[in-house]
Structure formats: C-alpha cells, structure tokens
Nanobody
Framework: QVQLVESGGGLVQAGGSLRLSCAAS????????MGWFRQAPGKEREFVAV????????SYLDSVKGRFTISRDNAKNTVYLQMNSLKPEDTAVYYC??????????????WGQGTQVTVSS
C-alpha cells in the first residue's frame, strides 16, 4: 500500500490555472502508475489523467486534453496535475490514485482523500 496526500485545490475563476500535487509515502513510488480522477456533485467518479511509472507515457480524458498536464517527480515521490484554461465544468473533488496503467478506477488500489477544485464563471 502507498499513502497519498493531495494538495493545491481551491477556488479559481474560469480561464485560470491551478496545480495539484500528490505526495506519496510507503512502498516504492516507481512501482505504480499514477492517476487523477474527479467527482462532481451528483456524478460518478471519472478518469482525468494517468502517467506511467517512468513518466514517459500519459493519457487524458478527452475534455481536458490540451488544458491539463500530468507529470511526476520520482525523486520527490510526487505526481502533479497542472490545470490551465479551467472551466466551470471542471469543478469537482480531485483524487490522486496509485495502481496499474489504465483509466478504470478499479485498476487503482490506493487513493488520496481528495482536494476540492471550484471554478467560478
């Protein structure tokens, strides 16, 4: 198991930017693909982005492509989600997760507590 703690959420106006961070502790960070998911009120949790163990492979939800960038620093056991050109529909609780490569939530066995992102129009 790996423990995950997200930070960096907040309130931002449409068109603004935020960078989320997720610090990992516990078992070797580089054994995991890392993902970001989000859940808006009344909606199911959805995949946002995933990055492979070495940071060379990434995949994104279509609606965030070109606006969001996932990255990782294996020396710091941290994964990031840079979010630019934010839209009100990006408002959600964002979760960091550790697991296997893919976009399905059941591929990820460890989850953070979530951080709220609110985008005002």
């Amino acid at each position: 198991q790996v423990q995950l703690v997200e930070s960096g959420g907040g309130l931002v106006q449409a068109g603004g930017s935020l960078r989320l961070s997720c610090a990992a502790s516990g078992r070797a960070f580089t054994t995991y693909a890392m993902g970001w998911f989000r859940q808006a009120p009344g909606k199911e949790r959805e995949f946002v982005a995933v990055i492979g163990r070495l940071g060379t492979l990434t995949s994104y939800l279509d609606s965030v492509k070109g606006r969001f960038t996932i990255s990782r620093d294996n020396a710091k056991n941290t994964v990031y989600l840079q979010m630019n050109s934010l839209k009100p529909e990006d408002t959600a609780v964002y979760y960091c997760a550790a697991g296997s490569w893919g976009s399905k939530s059941n591929l990820f066995g460890s989850w953070g507590q979530g951080t709220q992102v609110t985008v005002s129009s």
